[in-house]
């Protein structure tokens, strides 16, 4: 299966409103270039080039000093693009890694050294392309992760977030759940998934990436039915949530969004001031240990 996939806008617009200081995008993806990094044979999507190069143009643009590189399908376990861009931006990146559970304890060790502070899951059992290392691969590396305190970050469908929490019940580290739960917003803030997931954050034992508007709505360019999934969350618990593109937006056929216009959205939904750096620089940088 080799799903379509369009290429990010060539030319986003600067934020309306200037970014604190210390900014951070704690979700996006770097793809290739493929000549030196190729990608995965059992990939499910087939993306155009995203190199770090233009990850920082990207970056200035917007004006973020920070970031997370978070592995995806199209490279597989093959982490040798994000660990490339660590060694390259070592103060202004970290990374999220996907990696095979028989990996040597040698060689999670280089990863975190190297500034990988967390491992990514999936758990998406309505979704299509996903990688099938989810719930039984964290609980085989969980106790490994821990003695190196790296984190765990799921690509979760919140529907099926009460599948997950058996397998958080010991686990003392921050539990990451991307793109405000993968919910349909169209159902409205009241789904029963979503509703655990606004429990478990207010309770402290999740953390939450209000990233992926366009992911759980499909009201382009302003998704205005994502707005009070956003809020709910930021209202839930403002210490464990972060911001993140999701840049180069993989796996989208139609309406790609422009990076600008989402962080115009992020400001217009979260209009406390200290409330965006809060999520924005002071969140991430306790998560991800940035000095």
Request: charged content about 25%.
């Amino acid at each position: 299966m080799d799903l379509p996939c369009l290429p990010p806008v060539k030319e986003p617009k600067k934020p309306a409103q200037p970014l604190p200081a210390g900014a951070c995008d704690t979700h996006f993806h770097l793809f290739g270039p493929a000549s030196k990094f190729p990608f995965s044979p059992e990939r499910s999507y087939t993306p155009a080039d995203a190199p770090l190069e233009a990850l920082l143009r990207l970056h200035a643009t917007l004006g973020i000093a920070r970031g997370v590189v978070v592995q995806a399908n199209p490279h597989g376990t093959d982490c040798a693009a994000l660990l490339d861009a660590l060694k390259r931006e070592p103060g202004r990146l970290r990374g999220t890694a996907i990696v095979e559970n028989d990996i040597s304890d040698a060689g999670l060790r280089r990863m975190a050294d190297a500034g990988v502070r967390a491992l990514r899951f999936h758990h998406m059992p309505h979704g299509k392309g996903f990688r099938s290392a989810g719930l039984e691969a964290f609980a085989a590396m969980a106790p490994r992760m821990a003695d190196l305190g790296l984190h765990a970050q799921f690509m979760m469908d919140a529907s099926a977030l009460d599948d997950a929490l058996p397998y958080l019940k010991h686990w003392k580290l921050p539990a990451m759940i991307d793109h405000m739960g993968n919910v349909d917003a169209s159902k409205g803030v009241q789904q029963p998934g979503f509703q655990l997931l606004c429990r478990q954050l207010t309770k402290g034992r999740l953390w939450v990436k209000v990233s992926g508007a366009y992911r759980i709505s499909k009201q382009y360019p302003d998704y205005e039915d994502a707005r009070p999934f956003h809020e709910a969350l930021v209202k839930a618990n403002p210490d464990q949530v972060v911001w993140g593109s999701d840049w180069p937006h993989p796996r989208l056929e139609k309406d790609m969004p422009d990076d600008g216009h989402l962080l115009d959205l992020f400001n217009a939904w979260t209009p406390d001031a200290g409330l965006r750096r809060k999520i924005l620089v002071e969140n991430p940088a306790r998560l991800y240990e940035f000095v």
